[in-house]
């Protein structure tokens, strides 16, 4: 078994490979020099055409003229590479392939239509066409002779990417410096508004606006609470027509306090009279059979509507109205308006922080996918060398991606 380095199978794989390929070589070589000169001489028609004679019509000449101009775009289109491989040659047939059929179809518009004058060149054309066709048809022929030739320039471009590794490896390094320099910036920036949200905390009356909200969101689950054994029957008693009728204000609040009754409390006068019109609708409707409830939710939704008439909810109320009073003052303060400031720019701060840390997980992921192809692309071109050349071919990898993983990690 013989040990390689890239570098080193590079130099072994092209010296097999144009041992293997030389008579496919010197065959294709001469269809390539037929295809060049058959351009040569079907450019050299192209701009006969375009030369008027001495007692050319005017329109005759223009659509020799035009002819002429689309040859010469189609030609000036076809390519033939000068390094003959597998692939280049079947590259060729198609450039050719695509040359006739579009020569051909510019012909059709324009040579009918031409002087009779221009025959012989239309005819000298027409013997360099077939020559390009015949010579498609030979390469057709060679390409399926030498078919397994395919196979064998594909090692070419697997080696090709191992070798290319080394340079992948300068760029994932100069990602990870890069990235791992913005998340130590966005690190600094997010401790540094961290810092200053806190100590702004700490010394001023901020804290009592986070205890509003607290607390409010603690009052507003009571009254969720407290409303939850009447929420199926009010749906109910919007969805039936129950011959009961309740104001446009009782209507709102029984809408209002079942998608946000700590709103709807602070909003409603005290005793909140709006609820209690809406609820004395429901209760009268279930008192009267005009909903279809079971006795149990019957009998409970009645005697929530009573506790709520008795009171049930005056000190909710009461602490949410009061919560708001405080909450205003807050908002008319520069306190407010500057917790609001710098708990944005703290949010911020994080987020930036975070899309660097993912950034970097993304780097890592993409080097995790390059690792597991190069064990791919290593296994494959030892496996296909044995089977192509019929030798044991141990590639060594001087350079790995490995080491770049621990690189990667974020605290």
């Known amino acids: 078994m013989t040990t390689l380095t890239i570098e080193q199978l590079q130099k072994w794989y092209r010296k097999r490979l144009a041992k293997m390929s ?62 003959i491989t597998y692939e280049s040659t079947e590259a060729l047939q198609d450039e050719i392939r695509s040359f006739i059929q579009e020569l051909w179809g510019a012909g059709a518009r324009w040579i009918r239509r031409m002087d009779k004058k221009h ?9 360099s066409m077939k020559e390009l066709m015949s010579e498609m048809n030979k390469i057709q022929k060679l390409l399926y002779e030498f078919s397994w030739l395919k196979d064998l320039e594909r090692i070419g471009g697997r080696i090709q990417t191992l070798q290319d590794l ?46 509003i909200d607290s607390e409010a969101d603690h009052v507003g689950g009571l009254l969720r609470m407290k409303l939850n054994p009447l929420k199926k029957q009010v749906k109910k008693f919007f969805q039936h027509d129950t011959g009961v009728r ?16 700590y709103e709807a409390i602070v909003e409603e006068p005290v005793g909140y009279p709006g609820l209690l019109e809406g609820l004395a609708g429901l209760k009268e409707a279930i008192e009267r059979g005009k ?44 306190v407010y ?7 944005e720019e703290l949010n911020e701060s994080e987020k930036n922080l975070e899309y660097h840390h993912s950034d970097m997980l993304r780097i890592r992921d993409d080097i995790t996918r390059e690792i597991a192809r190069a064990k791919e692309f290593k ?17 060594q990898m001087e350079i790995s991606l490995e080491p770049l993983l621990l690189q990667t990690k974020v605290a």
């Open 22 to 83: 030389k008579d496919f070589t010197k065959k294709a070589e001469k269809s390539y020099k037929v295809a060049e000169s058959s351009l040569k001489d079907i450019q050299e028609m192209s701009r006969n055409l375009k030369e008027p004679g001495e007692d050319d019509e005017p329109d005759s000449t223009g659509i020799a003229t035009r002819f002429a101009m689309k040859v010469e775009d189609i030609t000036n289109d076809f390519y033939v590479g000068k390094d």
């Open 119 to 127: 025959k012989s060149t239309i005819k000298q054309l027409d013997v």
């Open 166 to 211: 080394g340079f992948s490896k300068e760029v994932y390094e100069e990602q990870i410096r890069t990235t791992r320099m913005k998340i130590e910036t966005a690190k600094s920036e997010f401790e540094a508004a961290q810092k200053t949200y806190n100590e702004f905390i700490e010394t001023s009356n901020v804290a009592d606006l986070l205890n």
């Open 246 to 261: 309740v104001s446009a204000t009782g209507q709102k609040a029984l809408n209002d306090y079942f998608e946000n009754p």
């Open 291 to 334: 909903l279809p409830l079971k006795d149990r939710l019957a009998r409970r939704a009645i005697e929530e509507v009573q506790a709520i008439s008795n009171g049930s909810l005056d000190e909710l109320q009461g602490r949410a109205k009061e919560l708001e009073e405080k909450r205003h003052a807050f908002a008319d303060s520069d």
């Open 337 to 343: 308006a500057k917790s609001a400031k710098l708990q």
């Open 379 to 395: 296994v494959r071109i030892e496996s296909e060398i044995l089977e192509s050349f019929e030798e044991r071919v141990r590639l």
